[in-house]
């Protein structure tokens, strides 16, 4: 699976991004998808996913009420909206899908997935 990840950039704090990430020729049915990132000098952290069945979604704690994750009806795409962006959300961020994942502690354990994109910057200024 070739996955996309792509809408980082520069953005002020406050502001808003829509991530998304696109598998090349398929959709995503039976995988579940989530957004990891990587800030330089830490360890990749867990962001938001979806289960494999698309119902449930799971939230660090450092985006509930900010971030969303969301998939196209297609299930062509799966999209990560952040808003009130702080700049500790500074980070490369990367998806990742895996087939049939659908226990929540296994969807924040990057380990679980076996499949990634390259990942896009996303960089917030205060």
């Known amino acids: 699976v070739q996955l996309q990840a792509s809408g980082g950039g520069l953005v002020q704090a406050g502001g808003s991004l829509r991530l998304s990430c696109a598998a090349s020729?398929?959709?995503?049915?039976?995988?579940?998808v989530g957004w990891f990132r990587q800030a330089p000098g830490k360890e990749r952290e867990f962001v938001a996913a979806?289960?494999?069945?698309?119902?449930?979604?799971y939230y660090a704690d450092s985006a509930k009420g900010r971030f969303t994750i969301s998939t196209d009806n297609a299930k062509n795409a799966v999209s990560l909206q952040m808003n009130s962006l702080k700049t500790e959300d500074t980070a490369v961020y990367y998806c990742?899908?895996?087939?049939?994942?659908?226990?929540?502690?296994?969807?924040?354990?990057?380990?679980?997935?076996?499949?990634w994109g390259q990942g896009t910057q996303v960089t917030v200024s205060s």
């Open positions: 990742a899908v895996e087939r049939w994942l659908v226990r929540s502690d296994y969807l924040s354990d990057y380990r679980r997935y076996s499949y």
């Open positions: 020729g398929r959709t995503f049915n039976s995988y579940a």
């Open positions: 979806v289960s494999a069945s698309s119902t449930s979604t």
